[in-house]
């Protein structure tokens, strides 16, 4: 054992950073720990189950299967009846409408606002993070609290803002869940599942590029697999397109030391925009 560290103080470490998602000591791919510079850019401090897409459509097909059970009517079928309002949404404008008006999902009846999004629709990057806090459900935006500086600053280093009004230049940023959890909780799978179709079609109505996972719940919702801190790094496929699964801001802000890993996925997200970047 360490010296200096009890045994109830290693398990509470090692608890923490199994729920952070790190279920593995090392990634899958190699690092060149020389490479990385000594400082992210954007740092202030020295660096030291079922995806819910798949699960929500397999939910909605086996739905709208026939059965010898007389089936729920769409309207009292969550999963269904998002993915039939996500469905009608022929723009961005009335996607937002349609998730303002879903019934069915608890969290709407504790928050102030629906976050729908930010930034420019028509970016090459589209940015998904988890569920708004509690500055987001205040001002009705996706990452505006502490979170969402540290975002800003992270994408600004690669030359990307979401103030941008050049398509070029700009981020587009939007959340699994339109509605804040309350006390910050994570989002259950059963919310994650409800809420999929509305994000499969702000994906397709907002039509980017690439794809910028933050975190493990975006990751585990959009891909079904947990443990962001193996899966960081490396370019999935989300919705048909390139998808980078990388670190949650607040997660950075808790362990700086993990900045060096976040700037090596930022600068590979800025390789493939330039046309290179990993085959
Ligand atoms: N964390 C998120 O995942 N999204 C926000 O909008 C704010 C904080």
Known sequence: MSEGIDQATLRALLEWQLEMGADAPVGDAPVDRFALPERAPWSGRAAAPAPALAQASAQARARERPSAAPAAPAEDDPVLAARRAAEAAEDLEALR????????????????????????????????????GREEDREGLPFVGRAGQLLDRMFAAIGLSRAAPDPEAALYI????????????????????????FVARHVELAAPELLVLMGNTPAQALLGAAGITRLRGTWREVLGRPAMPTFHPAYLLRQPAQKRLAWADLLELAARLDGGGQA
């Open 97 to 132: 409408a349609a998730i303002a008006a879903y019934p069915h999902c608890e969290l709407k009846k504790g928050a102030r606002h629906t976050v729908f999004a930010d930034g420019r629709p028509g970016a090459r990057v589209m940015v998904i993070g988890e569920a708004p």
């Open 174 to 197: 939007t959340n699994i869940l339109p509605w804040r959890p309350p006390e910050n909780r994570r989002p259950t799978a059963e919310e994650c599942a409800m809420l999929a179709p």
